[in-house]
Each structure stands twice: as C-alpha cells, then as structure tokens.
C-alpha cells in the first residue's frame, strides 16, 4: 500500500519539488491549500492530475483535524508560512498566527487525530540572525532578526515541545537559503535573474537592490527537498541543518548572473536605501555535518550552476 503525505504550502517552491520527489518514490500525496476565488498552481500544474488538493488552513485547527481524519496520511510536511521576509515587517501579525501559531495547530491536529504521523517543520536559517557562531549548525543559538525569524523560532521550539511533551515523530529542517526557477520575484536571487533576462531583452534598463554586502549561503531547492524527506524516514526525530556551507554576497549573485547573460553587473545594478532591511542579518553558513553524516544528504547543484539556471530560465520564459 503506498505510503501517503500531506503536503501544507504545496503551491509553493518547496512544495512542488518535494511533491515531484514523492511522486517518483510512490507515494500518494495530498497538497493543503487555502480556498481562494484565485488559486495560483503554475508550479505544479505539470502534475496536477497526480496529486489531490484539498482545503483547508493553518489559521483554522478544525480544517486541520478534518483533513488528517479524511486522508489519513503517514507523514505530513509543513511548508506553508509567510515567507518573505521584508512583508515579515509590515504584516508581523499575520505573520505571526500563520508562521509561528500554525505550527501549534497543526502538531495539535496531529496529537488528537494520531499521534503516529510523522511531521516535518520548515524551519529557516533566518532563526539565527545576528550570529553568535561562524558556522552555524544545530547547537548555534538563536537571535533571529526580523518578526519572520522570530516566527521561525516560535515553530521551531513548538515542534520540540511536542515532539517531547506528545513522542510525536517530529523533525525540524533547519533550511538555509535554497532556490530555484520557481523561486517568487520577491526573493534577492529571483528579482536579480529576472531583472537580468528584462535588461538583456531591452526591457529594462536598471536594477534597484538594497544591500550588496549581504552574504547568504544559497543552494538548490530540489536538492534540500531530497533532505526533508530523509529526515521523515529515520528511527528517531531530530533536527538538521541543511546548507551547502559556502557564502556568496549578494554582489556575487549579481556578477554571475549579469555574467551568464554576458553583461557586466556595474552598469546596470543601483543600491536604492528603501530595499534596505530595517534590521538586516549580514552572515549566514550552515553547517549540515550532521545531515551529511545521519541523513546521508548531499547537494549536487552548486552556486553558480543555480544561478546560471535560474538566469537561463528567466531569458527563456521572457522569450516565450
């Protein structure tokens, strides 16, 4: 009988790659997602007709216990959050009830309904913030940064609680920046490629960032998803980092990206003070011994291969 997953944020980047993983080990999977007048699916309309989508909420626990009770699923991984960091500020309740309170409801809906369901929680490297350690890795403290991170943190620590407080099979995935083609224009790495491809197509002249110096320790989502799921199959739960454990700045994303288009970054990147976060964390390195040791994870796509796709991903969708 084939092993069946729950799948809350299955819209979104990681949701559809780790939905594409589960497809190809077997799996029957359920996608959560919020009832909308217009429902946004691109990202997994290629696989539409092999999944089921249901509806349901991180803000309503009740829609949570319907949902396990009617699928009855054996894992189920937490994705959904408010994620973009920046609208962390302008929108710090909200993302609060959803990031940090909908990991409460969904690890409750967990323990009523059967507590043998094994749950993943996304958790970020945004938790860490100003570093106290350089790496960071599981034992780092936290000092998160933004109501985004402090969010994180909130799952984080819920996850734990239940984890000891319930034996619930709960494990959280420290994730630092992954990206991908699927990456929301929102995001640095997306609004710099896709500010490339409209610039080498002429419609665009410019791109307006906010701090150069920034360092962020990016890889490619489809290769952390791969971790999320090695997590769910161990005897015991834990917690991982998962990262690549190299750092580029931002100004490194834009000179390999401008590069891959044959352009030259300094002609066309300007520093504009209003994409400057209010309280910016500078250096972020994981340290994923501990996935690499345990899990047996291990990416395959590097920094200037997931850019240089991302940008050629971008210049095609243009051209089309």
């Not at 092993?3 to 996608?31: F, H, N, P, W």
């Not at 834990?238 to 700045?249: F, I, L, P, Q, R």
Request: charged fraction near 20%; aromatic fraction near 10%.
């Amino acid at each position: 009988m084939a092993k069946r997953a729950l799948i809350t944020g299955i819209t979104g980047q990681d949701g559809s790659y780790l939905a594409e993983l589960l497809l190809t080990k077997g799996y029957e999977v359920i996608g959560l997602i919020r009832r909308s007048s217009t429902l946004t699916i691109e990202r997994i309309s290629h696989i539409q007709d092999q999944i089921t989508l249901v509806s349901g909420d991180l803000v309503d626990e009740v829609s949570l216990i319907n949902v396990l009770r009617d699928f009855r699923p054996s894992e189920v991984y937490n994705l959904a959050a408010q994620s973009f960091v920046q609208t962390s500020w302008t929108q710090p309740v909200l993302t609060g009830e959803i990031t940090a309170l909908g990991v409460t409801r969904i690890l409750d809906a967990i323990r009523i309904v059967d507590p043998e369901i094994r749950f993943y929680q996304a958790s970020s490297s945004e938790m860490f913030g100003r570093v106290h350690s350089v790496p960071q890795d599981e034992l780092t403290p936290f000092y998160p940064r933004s109501p985004y991170g402090v969010a994180k943190v909130y799952g984080h620590w819920i996850t734990v609680n239940y984890r000891e407080s319930y034996d619930l099979h709960a494990s959280s995935g420290i994730l630092f920046n992954h990206e991908s083609p699927r990456r929301g224009l929102e995001f640095v790495t997306r609004k710099v490629t896709n500010g490339v491809a409209r610039i080498k197509a002429g419609l665009a002249t410019e791109l307006r960032l906010g701090n150069l110096d920034a360092q962020r320790d990016w890889g490619f989502a489809a290769d952390y998803v791969r971790a999320m799921w090695a997590m769910l199959q161990q005897d015991t739960p834990n917690d991982y980092v998962v990262a690549t454990g190299v750092t580029h700045s931002v100004r490194d994303l834009c000179e390999v990206a401008f590069d891959a288009a044959g352009l030259n970054y300094e002609d066309y990147v300007v520093v504009d003070p209003k994409f400057i976060r209010l309280a910016d964390v500078d250096l972020l390195i994981g340290d994923a011994t501990k996935a690499h040791e345990v899990l047996g994870w291990k990416t395959e796509t590097d920094f200037h291969g997931l850019v240089q796709m991302m940008v050629a991903a971008d210049i095609d969708a243009l051209a089309r």
